[in-house]
C-alpha cells in the first residue's frame, strides 16, 4: 500500500464527495420548488375557494428564493456541525456518547485497549490518539475520527472492549488505524458536516408540521409545508445514505486487508466479524446516523437495499480475509472465559537476534559493535505501511521500557518530567545550571520527579525517545491551559537554556507542540497549497542543508550527503537547490521551511523525505540517532514512518 497514493485517492474521493453534495443539494431545490409551487396553489383555493386554481408549473421568482434560501439552509447546519467538530474525533466521539481513557487508568479492560493502542502507535509512527469507549452502548463497534492525526480519536464500544480477546481486538484497531493512515479520517468528519446540512430540510418540516393558525376558518399552509419538507428530506435521507455507501464500502474493504497486512493474524480480525455478527453491531445513540460510515461495522438497522449500506456485508468481509470460513457467527464467551482470557498473557513471540539486541540496549544503556544495517531503501516501502515486524518489534519495545518511565508517562505531571528529563545536558555542569533554571520554572511535583526520572532517560537508547513521546502524548493532553502555556514556555527555555539547539531538541519539541495544538486551540493550517515544488525549493534546500551538516563536520563529505539527496526532489534544473552555509539552515529558519513543506501535496512531502532518507544514509547506513531525525522530520509533515529497524 503506498501511503502517499491513498493521500491523494482520499482527496479524490473528497472531490466526488462534493460533487455528489452538489447534485443531492440541486435534487432537493427541485423538490423543494414543486412543494412551495403546489403549497402556493394550496393557499390561492384557500382565498378563491369558488375559483380553479390554476397551477404555474415555472416561476422564476419562486425557484430563486427557494434556491437560496435551500442553500444557506443547508450550508449554515453543515458549518454548524463542522464548527461543532471542529476539535477532531474526540468531539466526534463526545458527540456519540464516549468518554475519554485516563491514560494511567488501573481498570484491566481498559489497559489491555490502551496498551493494543499503544502498540499500534509505536508500530505505525502515528501520534497516540486519544482513546474512548462508549460505555453506553451494548453492540461491538469501534470507529477512528479526526481532522488530522494530531486530534485523532479512537473509540470502541464497551463490548467490543470486553468481548473481543487481545488477538481481535488488535485486528479491530488495526482496521481503525488502516483508516488514519489512508486519509480517511478528515473525509469522514466532512462528510458528517455535510449531511447534517441535507438532513435540517427535515428538521424544519417538523417545526412546520407542529404550527397552528389562531384562525380556525383559515387554511394554514405551513403543516403542509411542513409535511412536505418531511418528505423531502427523507430524500435527502436517501441521498445522504448513497453518499455514504458510496464513500465507505470500499474503504472498509482496504482497511481490513491492511489490518491483517500489519498484524499477520487474519483470524484476529475474522474472530472479530464473527463475534459482532454473532451478537450484533447496532449504536443506540441518536446521532449513530450521521457518523454510520465511520464505524467498524454497520452501526444502523439492516438497508433494505444493499446500494444503501455504509459497510459491505459481513460474510464477504470475512470470506475475504478468511476463505475458510465455515459460515456461522461466533456466540460470545461467558465471563468466565472472558475473565480468564483477559488475565492470560498473549503467546509470547520470540523476537530475531537483533531485536533482542535493541531491546537490552533499551534496559542496559549499552551499544551494538556495529550499526543495525538500515538502508535508505527501507524508507518510502514503509512509510503509512507498518509491517508484522514494526508491530512486533513495537510490543517488545513497550515491554523492555523501564516501569518509571512508562507510569510517568502516563500522568499528566509525570508527562512533563519526562519531556524536561529528555531534554536535560549530559554535561554535568550545564545539567545544574539547567536544573536550577527549572526550578524556579517548574511546578514542585514536576522539578521532584525529574530527579527520579534521570538515570532511566540517559540510559535509554535514542530510538526509544519518539516511543516515550508518543506514549506521553495522551497525559499532556490532560493538562489544563494555564498548565500548558507553562509547559510550553519552559520547553523552549530549556531547550535553549546551554547555549545551542540540537536538531533533535528542536524537532521534539515541534512533534510535542504540534500535537497538543487541537487540545488547546492553536491554530494550524493543514490544507494544501503548493502543489509544485519551485515556490519551496528554498525550503527543501534548508531542510537537506540541516540534515547533512549534522551527520558529518567534514566539508566533502557534507556536501556529498546533500548531492545524494537532492536528486530525489526532482527538481527542475537551475531551481538553485544548493548546499546552504551552516548561518543560513539554523532551527529557526528550519521551523519556517518545515511549516511551508507541510503544505505541500503529498507527492512533494514523498519526494522530500526520500531525499532526506538518502542524505542522513550517504555513508552507506542510517545510525540510530539519525534514524529517529528522520522519522521526527517526517512526523512534523504529517507523513509517519514506522520504526526503522533491522532489514535482516
Not at 275 to 288: D, R
Request: glycine content about 8%; charged content about 15%.
Amino acid at each position: 500500500m503506498d501511503f502517499f497514493a491513498q493521500q491523494d485517492k482520499a482527496r479524490r474521493k473528497t472531490k466526488w464527495l462534493v460533487i455528489y453534495f452538489t447534485l443531492a443539494v440541486i435534487s432537493m431545490i427541485i423538490m423543494i420548488y414543486g412543494v412551495m409551487v403546489l403549497a402556493s396553489t394550496f393557499a390561492n383555493q384557500g382565498h378563491h375557494a369558488s375559483a380553479t386554481a390554476n397551477i404555474v408549473l415555472w416561476n422564476p421568482t419562486l425557484f430563486g428564493e427557494v434556491a437560496i434560501g435551500t442553500i444557506i439552509i443547508i450550508f449554515l447546519g453543515s458549518a454548524y456541525k463542522t464548527m461543532a467538530l471542529a476539535g477532531g474525533g474526540g468531539a466526534v466521539a463526545e458527540s456519540l456518547g464516549g468518554r475519554l481513557i485516563a491514560s494511567n487508568t488501573g481498570d484491566p479492560d481498559e489497559r489491555k485497549l490502551l496498551n493494543v493502542v499503544e502498540e499500534m502507535s509505536i508500530a505505525s509512527g502515528v501520534p497516540m490518539p486519544q482513546v474512548y469507549v462508549l460505555d453506553n452502548e451494548e453492540g461491538i463497534n469501534a470507529f477512528a475520527a479526526g481532522h488530522s492525526t494530531s486530534d485523532a480519536a479512537v473509540a470502541v464500544t464497551r463490548k467490543c472492549m470486553t468481548a473481543l480477546s487481545r488477538d481481535e481486538l488488535q485486528g479491530v484497531i488495526g482496521h481503525e488505524f488502516s483508516h488514519i493512515l489512508n486519509g480517511d479520517m478528515r473525509l469522514n468528519i466532512r462528510l458528517i458536516g455535510i449531511l447534517f446540512g441535507i438532513f435540517c430540510i427535515a428538521t424544519i418540516g417538523r417545526i412546520l408540521l407542529q404550527a397552528r393558525s389562531s384562525n380556525s376558518r383559515d387554511k394554514n399552509p405551513l403543516p403542509i409545508i411542513g409535511i412536505l419538507l418531511l418528505v423531502v428530506g427523507s430524500l435527502g435521507l436517501f441521498f445522504g445514505r448513497l453518499i455514504q455507501a458510496a464513500v465507505s464500502r470500499q474503504r472498509e474493504f482496504l482497511a481490513d486487508a491492511s489490518s491483517v497486512q500489519f498484524t499477520r493474524n487474519p483470524g484476529g480480525l475474522s474472530g472479530a466479524l464473527q463475534k459482532l455478527g454473532g451478537y450484533g453491531s447496532h449504536i443506540e445513540s441518536p446521532h449513530a446516523s450521521d457518523a454510520s460510515h465511520m464505524f467498524f461495522g454497520n452501526a444502523l438497522t439492516d438497508s433494505f437495499m444493499d446500494a444503501m449500506a455504509t459497510h459491505p456485508p459481513l460474510e464477504q468481509r470475512i470470506k475475504a480475509i478468511d476463505p475458510n470460513w465455515d459460515g456461522k457467527f461466533q456466540s460470545l464467551p461467558e465471563e468466565q472465559d472472558r475473565v480468564e482470557r483477559l488475565f492470560s498473557k498473549p503467546k509470547a513471540k520470540e523476537p530475531p537476534p537483533l531485536f533482542k539486541n535493541a531491546m537490552t540496549a533499551i534496559v542496559t544503556g549499552a551499544t551494538m559493535a556495529e550499526p543495525p544495517p538500515i538502508t535508505s531503501n527501507v524508507v518510502l516501502p514503509n512509510l503509512g505501511n507498518p509491517t508484522p515486524q514494526h508491530l512486533q518489534y513495537a510490543e517488545q519495545l513497550r515491554e523492555a521500557l523501564p516501569e518509571n518511565l512508562k507510569a510517568a508517562a502516563r500522568e499528566p505531571l509525570g508527562a512533563v518530567a519526562l519531556i524536561y528529563t529528555m531534554l536535560l545536558s549530559k554535561d554535568d555542569s550545564q545539567r545544574i545550571t539547567q536544573l536550577a533554571g527549572l526550578k524556579g520554572r517548574a511546578p514542585q511535583p514536576v522539578y521532584e520527579q525529574m530527579s527520579g526520572l534521570y538515570d532511566a532517560v540517559s540510559q535509554a537508547a535514542s530510538h526509544a525517545r519518539l516511543p516515550l513521546v508518543n506514549i506521553a502524548l495522551p497525559a499532556l493532553r490532560q493538562l489544563d491551559a494555564g498548565q500548558f502555556s507553562q509547559f510550553s514556555q519552559t520547553l523552549q527555555w530549556l531547550i535553549a537554556s546551554d547555549g545551542q539547539v540540537e536538531l533533535f531538541e528542536f524537532v521534539l519539541q515541534k512533534i510535542v507542540l504540534r500535537h497538543l495544538a487541537p487540545k488547546f486551540n492553536v491554530p494550524r493550517p493543514s490544507s494544501v497549497q503548493f502543489y509544485s515544488l519551485k515556490p519551496l525549493t528554498q525550503d527543501c534546500a534548508v531542510v537537506l542543508s540541516a540534515l547533512a551538516y549534522v551527520g558529518s563536520d567534514k566539508p566533502q563529505e557534507i556536501q556529498r550527503a546533500f548531492d545524494m539527496g537532492a536528486p530525489s526532489l526532482r527538481a527542475p534544473q537551475n531551481s538553485g537547490l544548493l548546499l546552504l552555509p551552516a548561518g543560513q539552515c539554523s532551527v529557526d529558519q528550519l521551523d519556517t521551511s518545515l511549516n511551508q513543506l507541510n503544505l505541500a501535496a503529498p507527492i512533494i512531502k514523498k519526494n522530500l523525505i526520500e531525499a532526506c532518507a538518502q542524505v542522513v544514509a550517504a555513508d552507506g547506513v542510517i545510525m540510530e540517532n539519525e534514524a529517529e531525525l528522520l522519522r521526527a522530520i517526517a512526523d512534523t509533515l504529517d507523513c509517519p514512518i514506522p520504526p526503522l529497524i533491522p532489514t535482516a
